[in-house]
């Protein structure tokens, strides 16, 4: 049996790896500006959470859902504290495509309505109900199609009005910043008005957090730059650096019902460990405000706002969400990055280079990364 052909591959095997440095097979030291897709937010191998990992892997793994789990309610008490949503109930699954399938589920079980409003360049998973809300007709199948979502464009209020006005609307969902996408950004403006349409409509505001969330932004969600609160919140990526994890935060309003959600991995021994691990990272390091700090350095390198870089059409981001616009006789760039300098990024198509390194990353190494980058643009 081979592989299901899923992805193209780089010729590269990653074998080890220690905070933003991997090494391949052949020994060869590369740096890791992408985190495996944002997913590693305390780099590889930290100390801290091997340690909770291996200590508890030698306890117990895995049982149901059907017994009590003390890790549960200890992640839930202190993401809500970190997070600012510490009135909100947590619900735990195994991937942002799952959190995302539970919010939509959520805002139809509270609201009694079908329909969801997702805006255009949107990704929210590849699982039945993730896909039909991600505006990419290549990957939905006929099975996916449905009437239940309607695409508008981001930043355009009247648009989201006039969809929400029909009243068959039961959650608009909206990523913090599309990433998948190139990095875009929702205007502090369009959220706030956004928020005020959906309490007006009774709509339920729905914000995937699952790539721009965990303190990438230099806050904890994207959002919160805004000064609003969402009625669900999903996340996923940077919650246990690696281990597979979700979570939908629900808002107080939301009423549980024995039967409505349910999970057979969601929330086990080894994911709250992981994810707990996390959390104590990220507050004992201060990588929420090394973010930001790290986030403007990266901003004021390539020149956001003032002398952009000379590859560059656009600079887009918020702290270490960064997409990088390439002008056309740059495309090649990033394998260059690669193969010349050793650098890892990710990338939206032949011309975006997407940054989301692990939240531990120094001055120093994105320094080093903007001095290879100056050295191939010359």
């Known amino acids: 049996m081979e592989l299901f052909k899923t992805y193209k591959l780089w010729d590269i095997e990653p074998v080890r790896g ?49 017994v009590q789990n003390s890790l549960q309610k ?23 495509a799952e959190a995302n399938e539970n919010a939509f589920k959520l805002a139809s079980f509270h609201t009694g309505k079908p329909k969801i409003l997702a ?10 109900g993730a896909v039909e809300a991600t505006d990419n007709p290549a990957i939905r199948s006929a099975f996916n199609e449905s009437p239940n979502v309607s695409f508008v464009p981001l930043n355009d209020i ?59 932004t230099g806050m904890f969600f994207a959002h919160q730059h805004a000064g609003i609160r969402a009625d669900i919140i999903t996340t996923a990526k940077g919650m246990a650096n690696g281990f597979p994890i979700g979570g939908v935060l629900i808002s107080p309003e939301i009423e549980a019902r024995y039967g409505m959600l349910g999970t057979t991995f969601g929330g086990n021994h080894l994911a709250c460990t992981a994810a707990l691990a996390v959390l ?43 997409g990088l616009h390439l002008k056309e006789e740059y495309e090649g760039l990033r394998d260059r990055l690669l193969f010349e300098k050793h650098f890892f990024t990710g990338a939206a198509g032949a011309s975006v280079i997407r940054l989301l390194p692990s939240l531990t990353i120094s001055e120093k190494t994105a320094e080093s990364f903007v001095n290879a980058w100056k050295e191939l643009v010359g």
């Not at 805006?119 to 039945?128: L, V, W």
């Not at 990523?175 to 205007?187: K, S």
């Not at 930001?292 to 350095?297: F, I, S, T």
């Open 18 to 66: 220690l905070d933003t440095t991997l090494w391949d097979a052949e020994g060869v030291q590369y740096t890791d500006l992408y985190g495996g897709h944002a997913v590693i937010s305390i780099g590889h191998c930290h100390p801290h959470y091997i340690e909770m990992l291996s200590a508890q892997l030698g306890k117990l793994g895995f049982y149901s859902n059907a």
């Open 74 to 96: 200890d992640l839930a008490a202190r993401l809500g504290k970190i997070s600012g949503y510490t009135d909100y109930s947590l619900f735990l699954c195994n991937s942002g």
């Open 119 to 128: 805006f255009c360049k949107a990704f929210h998973g590849r699982t039945s």
């Open 158 to 216: 009247a648009a989201v009005e006039e969809q929400l006005s029909s009243g068959n609307y039961a959650g608009v969902i909206i990523e913090g910043i599309q990433g998948v996408a190139g990095i875009y950004e929702p205007t502090d403006d369009f959220l706030r008005s956004l928020r005020d349409l959906c309490t007006k409509y009774g709509v339920m505001l729905i914000l995937d957090e699952i790539q721009s969330g965990y303190g990438r």
């Open 280 to 322: 104590d990272v990220m507050e004992n390091e201060h990588l929420v405000e090394n973010a930001a700090k790290v986030g403007e350095y990266f901003a004021k390198a390539f020149g956001a706002g003032a002398q952009l870089d000379k590859a560059l059409k656009e600079y887009r981001g918020r702290g270490l969400m960064i």
